[in-house]
């Protein structure tokens, strides 16, 4: 009888076995020969379904050179609003997109904001005029309308939806809308008296219809005084990556249907309720993850100790103080199908810390008492109910990178390690950059994937990629 190296097996397979084993609590082997016997006695049965894809990053296609060739071209047309002010700042933001912006402003637009500003700001004339001879030379309201990858309405007046939805072209700007086969993004800003009127609801409801895209308007304060409700444009951020998401292609989503928890950052331990003992993780690592996560499609839970970071979009984000805590609010996340333990928990905490703020005495210094922490990684890796499918840890160490890595990963129970060496001279803690080893298990054996120096958001698209890989994901 031949036998099989499970060793000689390209890594995803096994990656792939190592989880059907798990799944199915028995050991790789026993796995392999369930598989075998099950081909054997069912010869006319389809082999079972072993995922081999490779890691495909999923990395956000670039945009062409900054001088304008690849670039794609956004038209703003600006309405004649109070919030035209922001148009201009918006015409920054597309740019720092990597976006060619062209504007076009209505004669109204132009008793707000004067077209010298917007064109300035473009880098190239504003258009204003239907009939102007050198508008028509230059490029026309049929070249204005098809030169173009998006067209963006900021701001978008109850006026110009109106025009719209009735398809009127008596003006450059509506000429253009009349005469496009672009997609079209509006911003709508207007008292929120106008934007309540039936009228203004007809014809927006007419351009959604229509396959107009909208985005706001946002509730606030308005520019009159003591006015406030539904009418705020958006701000010109979230036009300009609302106006970003029109113009890329649709991204795979080889991790949707997936459950994943991840945690981050560091934990503060208290001392007393004004100091705590705390370590330099920055979170951004854990963050990356979590929004790679996010943005291939699963459903993700961010369960992050005290960092100064934004929320990743699309991510539900639980904000905690110490160990216990986030040992806590892992549990009550589970079960889910992968746990990627990025955070950088504190080994120890303070068994007796002060409730009041501890003061500086005669007697000396205050003796504090260590005791140790809970091991999440440890904990969740040897569940015998809920274990999640894969879980991953992190492994920071400034010294014997591979030996405490690999011993960390037989120690803790779990599937995968990354290895990171956080001495100071790395960069790290705290940086932007990372230089991680993947560690896998393989029966008895270890394999490592060591990858080059790569941003934080590389790596975790990586780690992404690897994961979808792995758990039979591959891109769509
Ligand atoms: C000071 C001032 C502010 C205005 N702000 C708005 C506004 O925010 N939204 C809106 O729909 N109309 C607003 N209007 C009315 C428009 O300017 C008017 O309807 C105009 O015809 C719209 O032109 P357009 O179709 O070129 O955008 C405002 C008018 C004035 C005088």
Redesign the pocket.
């Known amino acids: 009888m031949a036998s099989l190296t499970v060793r000689k097996l390209d890594d995803a397979l096994k990656a792939s076995l190592r989880l059907r084993a798990a799944r199915n609590g028995r050991s790789v082997e026993d796995e392999v020969r369930m598989i075998l016997r099950d081909a054997a006695e069912a010869p006319a049965a389809a082999p079972p379904a072993l995922p081999t894809a490779p890691p495909v990053p999923a990395a956000r296609p670039q945009y062409g050179d900054r001088a304008g060739a690849g670039r794609p071209r956004v038209t703003l047309i600006i309405?004649?609003?109070?919030?035209a002010y922001k148009a201009l700042d918006l015409i920054r933001r597309l740019k720092d997109r990597g976006l060619h912006v062209r504007c076009v402003m209505?004669?109204?637009?132009q008793q707000f904001v004067a077209p010298l500003t917007a064109g300035a700001l473009a880098d190239e004339r504003c258009y204003t005029d239907l009939f102007d001879p050198q508008s028509e030379f230059d490029a026309g309201h049929i070249r204005l309308a098809r030169d173009t990858d998006l067209i963006v309405i900021a701001?978008a007046?109850?006026?110009?939806m109106a025009?719209m939805a009735q398809g009127h072209a008596d003006d450059l700007?509506t000429a253009i809308l009349l005469a496009t086969n672009r997609p079209v993004l509006l911003a709508p800003?207007?008292?929120p008296l106008?934007w309540a009127n039936a009228a203004t609801k007809r014809n927006v409801a007419q351009l959604i219809r229509d396959g107009v895209h909208v985005i706001g308007p946002n509730s606030g304060e308005m520019a009159e005084a003591n006015e406030a409700g539904v009418g705020r444009m958006s701000e010109p951020l979230e036009i300009a990556a609302a106006a970003d998401a029109l113009l890329r292609p649709p991204q795979a989503r080889p991790l949707a249907g997936t459950t994943i928890l991840v945690t981050a950052g560091p934990t503060h331990e208290p001392i007393d309720p004004v100091r705590y003992i705390a370590n330099r993780s920055s979170g951004k690592q854990g963050f990356a993850i979590a929004a790679a996560a996010a943005q291939a499609g699963a459903e993700v839970t961010l369960v992050s100790g005290p960092v100064d970071l934004a929320d990743p979009p699309g991510v539900r984000v639980i904000r905690v103080e110490s160990a216990r805590d986030m040992l806590a609010q892992v549990e009550t996340m589970l079960p889910v199908n992968i746990a990627i333990f990025a955070a950088a928990v504190a080994d120890w905490r303070v068994a007796n810390a002060g409730e009041q703020k501890i003061k500086k005495t005669a007697q000396g210094m205050p003796q504090l008492a260590l005791v140790e922490n809970p091991d999440i990684l440890a904990t969740v890796s040897k569940l015998t109910h809920n274990r999640p499918l894969l879980v991953i840890g992190f492994a920071a160490e400034t010294e014997h990178l591979i030996d405490n890595a690999t011993a960390k990963l037989r120690r803790k129970g779990c599937d995968w390690i990354v290895a990171n060496d956080v001495s100071p001279a790395t960069g790290v803690m705290g940086g932007d950059r990372n230089t991680v080893h993947v560690l896998t298990r393989d029966h008895e054996d270890v394999a490592i994937d060591s990858w080059p120096v790569m941003t934080k958001d590389e790596v975790a698209t990586a780690l992404v990629a690897k994961i979808a890989a792995a758990t039979g994901h591959p891109p769509a």
């Open positions: 309405g004649g609003g109070i919030a209505t004669r109204a637009a701001p007046t109850a006026d110009l025009k700007a800003a207007m008292n106008m």
